[in-house]
């Protein structure tokens, strides 16, 4: 499967934005995705997830409450609504997905996903 995401930006902290990640293929409900990101400098860190028909979702505890992840399985693509951003959060957003029945529950570390998309950049400014 190929991903492609988009929707990064500059967002003044505080602000929202929401970032995309469009799939190829017919099996897109076969897949957990999830979304990771990478500060400069940093280790790339999971930020959450969302099973294959859309009823369980997994966030990293500083975004709790300030993202929403949701996919349309008819577009073959997931969201990730940001709220509230802060500095913090300034990275590139990678989408990245993993075959469902590989688990039992969605994983919530990189090695756990085998395709990845090119990364989106997403900076907020104070």
């Known amino acids: 499967v190929q991903l492609q995401a988009s929707g990064g930006g500059l967002v003044q902290a505080g602000g929202s934005l929401s970032v995309s990640c469009k799939a190829s293929g017919r099996t897109f409900s076969s897949y957990v995705m999830g979304w990771f990101r990478q500060a400069s400098g940093k280790e790339r860190e999971f930020v959450s997830a969302?099973?294959?028909?859309?009823?369980?979702?997994h966030y990293l505890s500083s975004v709790k409450g300030r993202f929403t992840i949701s996919r349309d399985n008819a577009k073959n693509t997931v969201y990730l609504q940001m709220n509230s951003l802060n500095s913090e959060d300034t990275a590139v957003y990678y989408c990245?997905?993993?075959?469902?029945?590989?688990?039992?529950?969605?994983?919530?570390?990189?090695?756990?996903?085998?395709?990845w998309g090119q990364g989106t950049l997403v900076t907020v400014s104070s």
């Open positions: 969302i099973n294959g028909i859309g009823d369980t979702t």
């Open positions: 990245a997905a993993t075959l469902s029945r590989r688990w039992i529950g969605i994983p919530r570390f990189k090695n756990g996903y085998d395709y």
